[in-house]
């Protein structure tokens, strides 16, 4: 295993700690990426500050003030990114996907403190790659994104269902990631809200992912 490698591991194995990025970055401007460093420790920078968003938004949906300094590092954020810098490793299978270092919507790749954080893509295309994208990048979101919860209309909630339990149902979740999302073995399981049944959903697929890749939970 090179430094390099060795460096990216670290990230990998603590997804939410800033240090080992920037311990990467320092890494990086050794090897003559200055710019591809630069551009994480501008992420990490943004993040910290709260402002690593499409709109500057406080709690109650208003817009924001938004420090002149917080405006530069957006810009230079930008910069970087339509210079070529800062674009992470991918499998080969997600070169072409659509990808971006800012909150959008859509199936896409998210690169957020310098690695790609977010993943919005089909079910089929997340089984095909997650062993090698979280072996390569620190994602702790996941949405699938042909994948809706079952309103229940009934006080149940919306819910989820093991694939091959019942049949004609579009949105059930493979056995390989049931596991994670029911490890009591019930073939269906169900939740206040939607937005709790896709975050469940979404914690499934990264513990599903990170266990394809050999690394533990985070």
């Known amino acids: 295993m090179t430094d390099g490698e060795a460096l990216v591991r670290s990230v990998l194995a603590t997804p939410a700690d800033d240090a080992p990025r920037l311990i990467y970055a320092d890494w990086l401007d050794e090897q ?3 710019e591809d460093a630069e551009f994480i420790r501008v992420q990490v920078e943004l993040a910290r500050l709260g402002f690593d968003g499409a709109f500057h938004t406080d709690e109650h949906g208003g817009l924001r003030h938004v420090p002149e300094h917080v405006v530069r590092l957006t810009e230079r954020q930008l910069e970087l990114w339509y210079d070529g810098f800062g674009r992470p490793d991918l499998p080969a299978a997600l070169e072409n996907w659509p990808i971006a270092p800012h909150q959008v919507r859509g199936p896409l790749v998210r690169v957020r403190r310098g690695f790609v954080e977010r993943v919005s893509c089909r079910c089929g295309d997340f089984l095909a790659v997650a062993a090698e994208l979280f072996g390569r990048q620190p994602v702790i979101h996941v949405r699938l994104v042909d994948r809706q919860a079952v309103d229940e209309n009934t006080g149940w909630g919306f819910g989820w269902y093991c694939a091959g339990v019942w049949e004609q149902l579009v949105d059930d979740i493979p056995p ?10 019930r073939p269906m399981v169900h939740f206040p809200t939607s937005d709790e049944a896709d975050a469940a959903l979404g914690w499934a697929c990264v513990r599903y992912g990170r266990a394809k890749a050999g690394l533990g939970e985070k």
């Open 32 to 34: 003559g990426r200055a």
């Open 176 to 185: 390989e990631v049931w596991k994670y999302l029911a490890p009591d073995g």
